[in-house]
């Protein structure tokens, strides 16, 4: 699954502290654990059967929903949790895991599927192993009408089991079926469901959505079942270890077709209704069954090993070829995976479904992996580099999954990362496979999955990558960044660590002792070690590694020359601490890592040796080569490892020394993580607040993308800190500051003094670079290489423009003005989001309008994303407040788009205000609509809550979460944390801040 990602989003996710360090198998623990509960449970059963049969029909009643509201009351708690104790072990269904004395071998499931009154109504006929004697059948099934159950024997004897009574326990969203005898150990049963429902508007379970052809509105009905849907859409063990077969009928009106998994085995027509019968799966978890009514048209293309790959879509995007492109890399992913893995691809077939809407940007279905159309679907006559590569990357995550995930599933939802850290590193490595030249897993890596969760995980509120997860609210929560950037980061310091050979030597093991099946972590761990044995390097993956997963956060490793050692030239120090925005809690905390730490030294001139130390201890010293008093020390090369590195403030001096002489000897990668360690080992109070200041004085001569965008990431991260501080009270006129000829006008203000700054370090090379010429971008089929010069350049440009820079405001409207006169768009697609959002910010209400109309009549997916959030940098409130309104109302802002609305609002200084109240009088709608689908609700609420920096507004917050702290969920706790931290850093630090960009040396300053 993969969830839509920004360029500048800040981090979001839901998550909370894990309660203890027991390890992944908790999972086969507890199921353990179930089975030996199951013997004295079968005794107590059987014994007192009748006797049970009465109270059942005490508290349940007879109707669904019965038994859950009878242990609801208030007032009943007490009795409650005797009566629980009591019969925990009676009534399975009480547990909000499955009991597992039936696993699931097959499903023939038949699904008639009504798109003229959108409902459906289907049978499944489940067979189930015994594994335990039970008089009780315990499955899923949610929102569901259930309409008969039974149970018979297979084989000789068989017959009939009768089912004394049944009924629904929503509370844990599970069927029972309570039967007059017990099924028998090692036997196999069937268990027939019939059922109807109503297909949903949700997004999730079995869907409705639509779209306009011709000027006429069509249906399709389409299925989201990860990770707990799948119950919604019919009765099953709906957890990822029971896995089984399955052989799907879709019966629907013949004028729409339907896809599943497999390919179609049979159709027949009858009654005026077609029936298609699909291949059975091979064995497969609930969450990952898919399928689809609609009419849709596709184009196919085959892989080198005959696997047909189609894409579905709108007949008119399928028509203009807009599918063309994901087609093409998918055929090339694919043959690319089975190389890296050495596993084939399972299926038949693969087919891409790109859908209107869908409350992620894509899930990875086996076999039929379906997208938001935005994530597939591509116009290369006006898409922007940026979309084709966040695009790029959706389609080889969910290919990647086609193996981490469908063919090895995570055994339980705790190590959902060993599904969605794999298909997010990969979306680096399979990246760089498709355009080596786009140096994803390098560089790309760092800024946007390395800084970007270094900054959640920092927080004393983040949870340790495997959590534990018991009800289904914990499972929509795990899908957070610290499962998928966490995941991804420590995935790649491994293989780093490992050397690439031992790492694919390693996967290959992996994937090959579990495929069809279920794994955890120590799974992993186990065939990663065997691969490093197997080399003569005898290390114990688990034991590094349960320090990194099982442990929240991250250390900050603080690397110095030895005083005490003789000779002090040949040995450094190193520490390790846990790493935290807060000051609170820093000192006391007692948790440690096995660091793999990489260190260089260098000089002048060159990196004299590299180094790899293991640090476990608090303090260590190590000896490494030789050294003078100009030698400079750097830590983590090239940033493979998941960690901060300081150092005192002599060896940051001999850094930035080395930067403005020759920053080439330094790594481009390590020029970014340089940069982003300063600005937050300041703002985290590690460092004095000047350090990254005069750090970044080196840009002018920074000639590679990637230093200038972690630059621009921290730039804007500390703009939104400051923004509305204007510190007209901590400046007189000085003399030295009178003197200075601070771009035109003489700055007094703090925000003025900031805002100069930056623009002084990003002027030379914007002149330098200038503007992209205006040809249309891109060639269709084929990507171009990723150009560096272009990424960069549109970087300096959105600096320029953001941090108020006259020539760039100049040249974006005169852009404007020759859209509006010419009605021609000549603005090059790589900036067209700045220079429209420029435009509106500037320019007077008639451009919004004009915006507004282009956004309604654009047809292509990307650009109308661009004209809907240039929308939101007016600095207009009345335009603002109603386009906040219309988000909500409007059939014209579609409904994943909303949350982008209010969030972009939210990151206008403008605006802000406006957001965060909006989000709050709007908090009930919001929650009702985005409840389960955290990601964007998390993302919400980051969004307009992490510019609150006074302390009325962190009261207001905390006002907020008391009167709704019930339903906000971990990421308020969160917001929270970071608003609080916005506070103190204005208490602590902002004086020294603007004392230094006051004090600092000219215009030059080198
Ligand atoms: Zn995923």
Redesign the pocket.
Known sequence: ??DGRERWAAAVPGGRPRAGGERAAGVRRSLVLALALAVPTLIAVTAAAVALGVRFEECAGPEEGAAAAATRGPGRRGRQRAEEEEAAAARPWRESRLPGSLRPRHYDLRVDVGMDNFTFAGDVSIQVECVNATRFVVLHAHALQVSSVSVTADGPGGGAVRVQRRFLFPANQMLVAVLHRELKASRTYRVNVSFHAAIQDELLGFFRSSYTLDGERRYLAVTQFSPTHARKAFPCFDEPAYKATFSLSLRHDPQYTSLANMPTESVADGDGWITRRFARTPRMSTYYLAWAVCNFTSRETRSDGGVAIRLFARPDAIASGAGDYSLHITKRLLGFYQDFFQVQYSLPKLDLLAVPKHPYA?M?NWGLSVFVEQKVLLDARVSSASYRMELTMVVV??IC?QWF?DLVTPVWWEDVWL??GF??YFEYVGTDFLFPKWNMEKQRFLTDVLHEVMLLDGLSSSHAISQEVRDAADIHRVFDWIA?KKGAALIRMLANVMGQRVFRKGLNAYLLSHMYGNAARDDLWRKLSEAMRSEGRDVDVGAVMDGWTLQMGYPVVTVSKSRSERPATRYVTVSQERFLYGQGGRGNSSLRWQVPLTVAMGNGSRVCSETLIWIHNKTETHRVGEMDDGTWLLGNVNQTGYFRVNYDLQNWNLLIRQLRADPQVISVGNRAGLIDDAFNLARAGYLPQGVPLQLIGYLAEETAFLPWHAASRALYQLDKLLDRTDDYALFSVSPSLARQPVASTLCLCGLCLWQDYVLKQVASRYHQMGWPSNAANGDGGGLRASDQTEELQRELIMLACSFGKKECHRRAVAYISDWISSNKNRIPPNIRDVIYCTGVSLMDEDVWEFIWMKFHSSDAVSEKKILLEALTCSDDAFLLNRLLNLSLTSDLVAEQDAVDVVVHVGRNPRGRKLAWRFFRDKWDVLNARYGEALFMNSRLINGVTEFLNMEAELSELKDFIQSNGVEAGPALVRALEVVEGNVRWHRLHRRHFYEWLREAPGPSRR
């Open positions: 699954m993969r894509a990875e995550h969910e999954h995930g599904k969605e298909a997010h998928y």
